[in-house]
């Protein structure tokens, strides 16, 4: 008896380990145009803009996050229907998004010298491996 106490005592000591990680809250205090403003700002140190691209990477990246809401709102309404994509519907919506990445990396082309380029690709690779990583963590969590 006081062995399953014990075991049950640990197990809910440990339920917040397990609970699913809340969004930062710093993300909720910043408008969409607030935070593309901040993430232009920090390409500029990174990747040495001048004014006149920082000016046209703003415009890329207000339009790309538009873009992003917009498409963000479509799958929420999709959620809320619990309507289920078909493989063709999952299709065309990995399409379109794939389509819209390199649409916009060929805008960022157009501004970046190549230096600026190749440094941006670099950049976003590690970004993305750091991403991949951190959500490998975070579903490693739930299982």
């Known amino acids: 008896m006081r062995k399953l106490f014990i075991i049950t005592l640990v197990f809910i000591a440990a339920l917040p380990l397990w609970a699913q990680p809340q969004a930062h809250p710093r993300h909720a205090e910043l408008s969409p145009e607030q935070r593309v403003e901040l993430h232009v ?14 000016e046209k990477v703003l415009e890329i990246e207000l339009a790309q996050m538009k873009n992003r809401i917009a498409f963000r709102e479509q799958l929420k309404k999709r959620e809320r229907s619990e309507e289920k994509l078909s493989s063709e519907e999952r299709f065309v919506f990995k399409k379109q998004r794939l389509e819209a990445a390199i649409v916009h990396q060929r805008k ?8 600026q ?27």
Request: proline content about 0%.
């Open 41 to 54: 700002k920090k390409m500029t140190l990174a990747l040495a803009l001048d004014a006149q691209q920082q």
């Open 108 to 115: 960022l082309q157009s501004v970046f010298t190549e230096e």
């Open 117 to 143: 380029f190749a440094r941006y690709q670099k950049l976003q690779g590690y970004k993305r491996k750091q991403l991949r990583e951190k959500r490998g963590i975070l579903k490693g969590m739930g299982k």
